[in-house]
């Protein structure tokens, strides 16, 4: 599969070249509203929500420990990104997300931890089957929207969550100094 990326979805052959002044190597997905950026490590996030609620699970080891964030994770070996975070769901919180929608993508760059350098696509659903539960590696909990603990989420989280969770569409880059500080940030609603 080849590597370039969809601001949310790896290439494959129904991608369609866009030729721009900008950059060479664009293209368009149909399940996606954006386009090919250069290539990037990609991850996803999976956002349940119901009602004027949103899960979110407490980091228990790895990347963001210690931190609220949703469930997601990277694809595995020419996996697609929408299957990625319907798997990552299923093995973090024990539940099938049935309809899910793209709302967001977020390029992460780390100024003195290039290897950390990843591109998330964010994903909201509400509809599922089961009941989310604690795994090894995340402890769901809901929060009322208006009760969301940006304190103890990733410093980014204020800036486009909400954005999203009004209904609005994202496409945001974050570039991250020593502790987690914020050096640079650009949000666009699409």
């Not at 368009?28 to 899960?55: D, G, W």
């Not at 950390?116 to 590696?137: A, C, M």
Request: include cysteine; proline fraction near 7%; charged fraction near 25%.
């Amino acid at each position: 599969m080849n590597p370039y990326v969809l601001r949310h979805t790896v290439l494959s052959d129904a991608c369609i070249p866009i030729s721009t002044p900008w950059q060479s190597k664009l293209f368009y997905h149909p399940k996606s509203f954006f386009i090919v950026k250069s290539p990037m490590r990609q991850a996803t996030l999976l956002f349940l929500l119901k009602e004027n609620q949103i899960l979110l699970a407490m980091k228990k080891r790895g990347f963001g420990v210690g931190r609220w964030n949703s469930v997601g994770g990277k694809p595995k070996d020419n996996e697609d990104i929408f299957d990625t975070a319907i798997r990552e769901t299923q093995e973090e919180i024990n539940i099938t997300p049935l309809d899910i929608s793209h709302v967001a993508t977020l390029d992460f760059y780390f100024k003195n931890k290039s290897e950390w350098d990843q591109q998330v696509l964010v994903f909201t659903t509400h509809e599922w089957k089961g009941e989310p539960s604690e795994s090894e590696e995340m402890n769901p909990k809901w929060f009322n929207i208006k009760d969301i603990p940006f304190e103890s989420m990733w410093p980014d989280d204020p800036f486009w969550l909400p954005q999203i969770l009004s209904g609005k569409k994202v496409n945001a880059s974050f570039t991250f100094g020593d502790n987690d500080i914020i050096l640079n940030k650009e949000i666009h609603e699409i």
